[in-house]
């Protein structure tokens, strides 16, 4: 698994990347709302970007006008708010449209070229005068060390900010990918999950930055769940400003794939905190599949394993509860035989194998209780029929969870 | 929808219908365990018998050993214990077996008339001993007034009993189905959910009670989740010792379907008091789908929302946060229009729409609160897509719940 090890992390998050800036204040968008609940990322000139949507059904009104302005592949700034989601309103779209115009008159840039985003509580109607009033003081905030501001902003419910930024060579030039995401609960795999704002001065045309998205996405935020409920705004977004000077990487060549390399290690590490920020979490799961017959069999696997709210609720209490692991497995989709299932639980303080040929094997409870009383588990599952892997990201299920989702709304 | 209107109730549980004897005792199954974990039923003659199984690719001991001696249509009697699964050890099928055995040789029957069902912890050794140093205690105890010792025999984590039994004409001759439970988490429909043991005397071939008990099960235990974990040890039966002396059912006349109706209204309310009896539930919930473009659709519409662990708490809290049920319209499969969607919340104390065309209505807080206070709740949903509909129970996500499965194991 690639960490970090080739990737020298660096400061500056979403603004790390040549050319941009990024903002956040608090306009109250849910009135009496103290915190930062409007942010801003915007460049010094116009990027090649890609989006990716949530497959929910039930579309928040800013994924609509977002999806028409990026058509081109072109955009230069994100407008997005916490406390509501803008979506189940009739006057949706027209808040939405509204937004990217006064954002667009702020930086003197055309509305078209405008990524907008919300979220918070869903059907509930979101009035643009908070927007409106603090335009200009939303503005003013923009500097390239107020990244912080603008992920403070678009967090709800986490707890955690989530940003990192990291920087490799192409052609010998620098470059650099940064991200800022929010998530925490409403978190479950479906093509683009949670909020996730993405910059880099890398040259690569629209067409490979959405590929490159698209192959990322794949293998980190749709690896991701800590409810099952897919959020009806998730939207990851990415825009590339060129400025490092690279030769553009127009195909699927060595540069392009240097650059994805790059891109997943932001993307899976943003979605990893994304799931150790779970709604109420004390433990992040990360469970791995290796040996599966296919990828798709290893990540259901791996998804089934992750959902699980009596494996999740074992993991709080670090019981090796093993035969939830088993449980859950044996419902994933695909062929496989359940008869050769190895499956190892590990973390910081140690390793223990609770399962060999699908059946329990002896181990020390005190042992297991010690691994699993680590904020980080690693659940290892060696299906032994094949040679596909793949990893999940979640979380465990706790008090705090219920007491989070009973009273959110309130 | 079809209660009890048509089907007087009478007592006698998995007794009721004629021929029929049940018992119950502790057999400390689980060392040290002090209630009642062994259960027998038996009938005076063969009986025609069918059930379903669990889709688990992980599958209890159990079952395997089940559905071989019910590949002939008949069997005569059931044993069965709880606190331990029998499940992913590798002497399961032998101490299955044995069970057979030794339950065959007490009722003097060949052990291929035996269905055997286990329930409780997976993974964990399960010793023989307890049940043969019970056995002839079990045989001894039975009895036509013991249904209610082979329910409580059955329990796990339930806090209720699951019995009940109803009385219904074919030919003019009085028939009964009775059935007993067991179920509250590890909960979610899989062609065959939790363990139910249903009996009839009414005369049916083995061909049409298998068609009967699918149908059923499709629109009954298949249509329940507490938690979306698909148990490894799930199994339906039904025994019909013909005894009522009705014309024997051998096609689908009218007197299948008076039967297939008598039998929905036994499974459907054992269904629904296990979704009532979900580990930590407060609160049973009814999602009611209508004008659903499929019967399929409708289904996948009602167990989307039925799953939602963010509607669920919400739920706990007797909070209207309407937007989580048309988010979780939203993932749920299938083509429809989600603007024409309208939601009802309704319970004892009234009923109060929140959406009506995708969009959110105003409505009293107040009023919805108190809607949502009581313990039986229905979302009603109408997808105004066609005609199609259908019912899921489940219920709500509470402290309760995190609790008991952070300390089932210990």
Redesign the interface.
């Known amino acids: 698994m690639i960490e970090f090890e080739n990737y020298p992390l660096c400061q500056g998050g979403v603004c790390a990347a040549k050319g941009f800036v990024a903002g956040g204040v608090n306009a109250e968008i849910k009135p009496g709302n103290k915190k930062r609940d409007l942010a801003v990322i915007a460049c010094e000139k116009k990027c090649t970007a890609a989006a990716l949507y949530t497959?929910?059904?039930?579309?928040g009104a800013p994924i609509t006008v977002t999806k028409e302005h990026l058509a081109d592949g072109y955009a230069q700034a994100v407008i997005v708010n916490s406390g509501n989601?803008n979506?189940?309103?009739?006057n949706g779209i027209e808040i939405a449209t509204e937004m990217c115009r006064l954002c667009a008159e702020g930086l003197k840039l055309s509305e078209n070229d405008i990524i907008v985003a919300s979220t918070g509580?869903?059907?509930?109607?979101l009035s643009i005068d908070p927007v409106k009033n603090n335009i200009s003081a939303l503005i003013s905030s923009l500097d390239s060390k107020s990244s912080t501001l603008a992920c403070e902003a678009i967090m709800t419910t986490d707890t955690r900010k989530k940003e990192l930024a990291i920087s490799f060579e192409l052609d010998g030039k620098v470059c650099h990918i940064g991200g800022i995401s929010k998530g925490s609960?409403?978190i479950?795999p479906?093509m683009a999950t949670m909020l996730a704002f993405i910059t880099t001065d890398a040259d690569i045309n629209s067409a490979m930055l959405e590929k490159a998205l698209r192959t990322v996405t794949a293998k980190t935020y749709n690896m991701v769940s800590v409810?099952?409920?897919?959020?009806?705004n998730d939207m990851v977004c990415i825009m590339a400003s060129g400025l490092a000077g690279n030769d553009p990487i127009t195909c699927e060549d060595e540069h392009y794939l240097t650059f994805v390399n790059g891109l997943y290690a932001v993307m899976m590490n943003l979605a990893r905190e994304t799931a150790r920020d779970g709604e109420g979490a004390t433990k992040l799961l990360e469970c791995v599949v290796n040996n599966a017959p296919t990828e798709k069999v290893a990540k259901s696997v791996a998804l089934s394993v992750i959902?699980?709210?009596?494996l999740k609720?074992?993991m709080?209490?670090a019981?090796a509860?093993?035969?939830?692991i088993?449980?859950?497995?044996?419902?994933?989709e695909g062929d496989?035989d359940?008869n050769g299932v190895e499956v190892i639980l590990s973390s910081r303080a140690g390793s223990v194998k609770v399962?060999e040929k699908?059946?329990?094997v002896e181990f020390s409870e005190d042992e297991a209780f010690k691994v699993l009383s680590e904020d980080e588990i690693k659940i290892i599952i060696d299906l032994h029929s094949g040679n596909d892997n793949a990893i999940a990201w979640g979380c465990d299920?706790?008090?705090e969870?219920?007491?989070?989702?009973?009273?959110?709304?309130?």
Chains 1, 2 share one sequence.
């Open positions: 497959q929910n059904k039930v579309k989601a979506t189940c309103n009739d509580v869903i059907g509930q109607k609960g409403m479950n479906n409810d099952g409920d897919t959020s009806t959902n699980s709210s009596l609720a074992a709080f209490a019981d509860n093993w035969g939830r088993l449980c859950a497995i044996g419902y994933a496989f359940i399962c699908g059946a329990g299920l706790t008090y969870y219920v007491k989070i989702n009973a009273e959110y709304r309130s």
